[in-house]
């Protein structure tokens, strides 16, 4: 691992035995706490995701999904705990609505990440569920001073979602946003995870909280049942493997898209890249032109696992890789489909404890605050996650009941090849840019040995649809040129643009301990003792 930082945030690596790297610096202390008294490191997890659905609402809350990849110091796990469907929803309750909107009720699936903690709890915890909350609650009620960037973008959310049901109440104190360093009280939000905490999360899905949510739909129009809260169940799955450079890199299978990851991955693995540099205008050209060709084909085949049309390892299968390698040209930006296998807004953490335990932790309301909608008097603000489905007849993502939509959010990991080691636990939040920005982590890690600040750290790019990819206003201008001469249609982004290169969290093992990096674009951090 090299610690050279070559790009301009900065930051400095952080070592430590314990560490937890969040977006948001009150989380991620949140869940050193718990490790310096005893806890493991899913302790650290939940505690960190509790504390970022009361500081980050702009990506998160209790209404949000989650998933989860989780090394129990043997082995790797993985948590699916995205929602399903409610049953009304059929593509005809859709189509005479005009379609799926993004906002209000009929974007809500039912919320999992409650489901997630208590999952991740049940199987990995240590310290008690009050110990491990208490700091959210805390904050929740007695108050916490907004930081920079999620001020930003609260004062986005709040233009776009003040006559979303509830959200005004929760969200506009005094009748606006809160502005950074602006104290904001949620003593809702605090009564809700005591009674989470209490009930081991049956309030939410099957008690006071649960009659809550449906009472609120119903007011508003929304289709969700108390027996849609009561189907709910995360699951606990077998993360999906691709080698790459001597190592493996895992996702979660779908409904999310980490198989893009792997996809591209897989494509890049076959091709001699490393004698170019990093930053260089033909690694940046293949890197491009591998995550064109398998976001083609998550936009096609990936959904719900058990609405796909074949196993999704197919898509991983050597020969299938080969051919769709055979596309990418070297010295020409390409224009591809999906291929043809046979049949067969977010916050990120992660946390890795001296017991040798390491989580990768994702949980996201999908658009900023989600549906805009609140549940009145609970705090609860939902995501909206149904905006995943569409209604195409016989397409594997055609929403349906009790079916789980296509997801963005995905947590990240890489292993020794054969598995029986962790070498890192990654993500990068931010919609459409996560696979994309795994992508560009692994193989600034894994192939060129960047320590994880510095992979944070460096300007990325993004492909945005056809020829065209967005880059960061820091990218150097002579790969801008590089690439352009290569076909590419280029677009920089300013830095006031939004979020839309995401936020990285990494954590890699080192020689005795761990090392961690937090992104820049973030108010967030790593800390470790």
Known sequence: ??????????????????????????????????????????????????????????????????????????ALQGLNASGRAPAAWTPDYFTQKGGIAPLGWDAVTVPGVVSGWIALHGAHGRLPLEVIAAPAIRYARDGF??????????????????DQPGFAAEFMPG?????????????????TLEDIVATRGESFYRGALAQKIVDHAQAHGGAMTL??????????????????????????????????????????????????????????????????????????????????????AALLEPAYLAARRALIDPHSAGLPGHGAPRPGGTVY????????????????????FGSGVVVDGTGISLQNRGAGFNVTAGHPNCVAPGKRPFH????????????????????????????QGHLQMAVRVLAYGQNPQAAADA????????????????FPPELVAGLRALGHDIIIESPDAVFGFGGAQLIVVGEEGYVAGSDPRKDGQAVAF
């Open 1 to 74: 691992m090299h610690y050279d930082l070559p790009y301009s945030s900065r930051r400095s690596p952080v070592l430590g035995r314990n560490v937890v790297a969040t977006s948001q610096p009150l989380a991620a202390q949140a869940g050193l706490q718990m490790l310096q008294q005893g806890g493991t490191a899913a302790d650290a997890a939940i505690a960190a995701a509790m504390v970022l659905t009361v500081v980050e609402p702009t990506g998160c809350g209790v209404g949000s999904d989650a998933f989860a990849l989780v090394w129990d110091g043997q």
């Open 145 to 162: 001073a907004v930081s920079p960037v999620i001020a930003t973008l609260w004062a986005n959310g709040a233009r776009r979602l003040k």
């Open 175 to 191: 009748g606006a946003a809160p502005k950074a360093g602006q104290v904001v009280r949620r003593p809702a939000l605090a009564a």
């Open 227 to 312: 027996a849609d809260l009561d189907a709910h169940r995360a699951d606990w799955v077998e993360p999906m493997s691709q080698r790459f450079r001597g190592a493996a890199v895992q996702e979660i299978p779908p409904n999310g898209q980490g198989l893009a990851t792997l996809i591209a991955l897989g494509l890049l693995d076959g091709l001699p890249f490393e004698a170019q540099g990093v930053d260089s205008v033909e690694t940046t050209h293949l890197m491009i032109e591998a995550t064109k060709l398998a976001l083609a084909d998550a936009d096609r085949f990936i959904a719900d696992v058990d609405a796909m049309e074949f196993d999704p």
């Open 349 to 368: 953490l992660t946390v890795a404890d001296a017991e040798g335990r390491m989580v990768s932790f994702i949980q996201s309301n999908y658009m900023g």
């Open 408 to 435: 963005t959010i995905i947590p990240g990991f890489a292993t020794t090849a054969d598995g029986s080691a962790p070498l890192m636990s990654f993500g990068v939040m931010g919609g459409p840019m996560q696979a």
């Open 459 to 474: 300007p990325r790019w993004r492909v945005v649809e056809g020829r065209q990819v967005a880059v960061e206003s820091t």
